[in-house]
């Protein structure tokens, strides 16, 4: 089992940043593919990035593609979302997602979640 806490969410004006953090226990973090997911009020939960083991690959949504970071540090247990130029579109939960194992991407962990509001 891997266990997520979140933080970092916050209340930003437009064109603002913030920096998200998630820190697991549990289970060896460094085998576990981590993502950030958001979920915005009567909307679907959507991708936004995802990070391999090592930290040496990643990839995002189209939609926070050049203004989104995410990165990893396995020996704090943690990934991070650093975001900048945020829009009013980025309003919503923030939640840390882990794969099941090194083998299986499937989404399988997840932790609370983070509240992101950005105001125009």
């Known amino acids: 089992q891997v266990q997520l806490v979140e933080s970092g969410g916050g209340l930003v004006q437009a064109g603002g940043s913030l920096r998200l953090s998630c820190a697991a226990s549990g289970r060896t973090f460094s085998n576990n593919v981590m993502g950030w997911f958001r979920q915005a009020p009567g909307k679907e939960r959507e991708f936004v990035a995802r990070?391999?083991?090592?930290?040496?690959?990643?990839s995002y949504a189209d939609s926070v593609k050049g203004r989104f970071t995410i990165s990893r540090d396995n020996a704090k247990n943690t990934v991070y979302l650093q975001m900048n130029s945020l829009e009013p579109e980025d309003t919503a939960v923030y939640l840390c997602?882990?794969?099941?194992?090194?083998?299986?991407?499937?989404?399988?962990?997840w932790g609370q979640g983070t509240q992101v509001t950005v105001s125009s």
């Open positions: 997602a882990g794969s099941r194992s090194r083998f299986d991407l499937t989404w399988s962990y």
């Open positions: 990070i391999n083991l090592s930290g040496s690959f990643t």
